[in-house]
């Protein structure tokens, strides 16, 4: 079975600064897909950034970048002049795509910018 | 696009009775949709899998009897806590799966807080 674990509960950074969130994952797929969610205090689930596994570059949403080593089933998201707004939960998360379709998702890292 | 609803956004109700939330697609057809469950401060946990026309796929240790699942649209899907009691007080999420678009991310309804007293 398939396994996500994001091993920082809690993270802070300084406003303008850039920050990682680490995510490690565990499985025997060559396919499936990788993303970051973002849910703020409003508690709304937000898609920040998606990755197939089968393509080696790197994905990359305006500040929101990914460093997906797969050999190492790692996933990590850097988010680059933080923003005040980027204050949330951010949730990793892992899908087969096949049969449901349905994520896996790691404990999710609190990450507080600051002023 | 890809906007997902939920109905209503808070509700309270008395222990023993049955409360029923909704799950709309406004923009799509989601032949699939999903119902977590989530807790403060804590991930979402997948509760159960809802196809159009079919039975739901509930997962391990949740009960289908308790939590009945319907999705009889392409743009609903409805979540019935049937007999609630305290514990079942919780934040519930649905989100859905666009198969019109490649890319396979689901896309989140606002949640639904309810509490049970």
């Known amino acids: 079975a398939q396994t996500v674990t994001q091993s920082q509960p809690e993270m802070s950074v300084q406003e303008a600064e850039t920050v990682t969130l680490s995510c490690t994952y565990d499985t025997s797929e060559s396919n499936y897909y990788l993303f970051w969610y973002k849910q703020p205090p409003s508690r709304q689930m937000i898609l920040v950034i998606r990755?197939?596994?089968?393509?080696?570059q790197n994905a990359t949403e305006n500040r929101f970048s990914v460093n997906f080593q797969k050999a190492a089933k790692s996933f990590s998201l850097k988010i680059s002049d933080s923003q005040l707004g980027d204050t949330a939960m951010y949730f990793c998360a892992f899908m087969k795509p096949a049969g449901t379709y349905k994520y896996i998702f790691g404990t999710g890292t609190r990450l507080k910018v600051l002023a | 696009g890809a906007v997902v609803s939920q109905h209503p956004s808070r509700v309270i109700c008395k222990s023993g009775t049955s409360v029923k939330i909704e799950c709309r697609s406004l923009?799509?057809?989601?032949?699939?949709m999903f119902w977590y469950r989530q807790f403060p401060k804590k991930s979402l946990m997948l509760m159960a899998t809802s196809n159009e026309g079919s039975k739901a796929t509930y997962e391990q240790g949740v009960e289908k009897d308790k939590f009945l699942i319907n999705h009889a649209s392409l743009t609903l899907s409805t979540l019935t806590v049937t007999s609630a009691h305290p514990e079942d007080s919780s934040f519930y999420i649905c989100?859905?799966?666009?198969?019109?678009?490649?890319?396979?991310?689901?896309?989140f309804g606002p949640g639904t807080r309810l509490t049970v007293t």
């Open positions: 989100s859905a799966r666009d198969w019109g678009r490649a890319g396979y991310e689901q896309y």
């Open positions: 990755q197939e596994a089968y393509k080696q």
């Open positions: 923009d799509f057809q989601a032949t699939t």
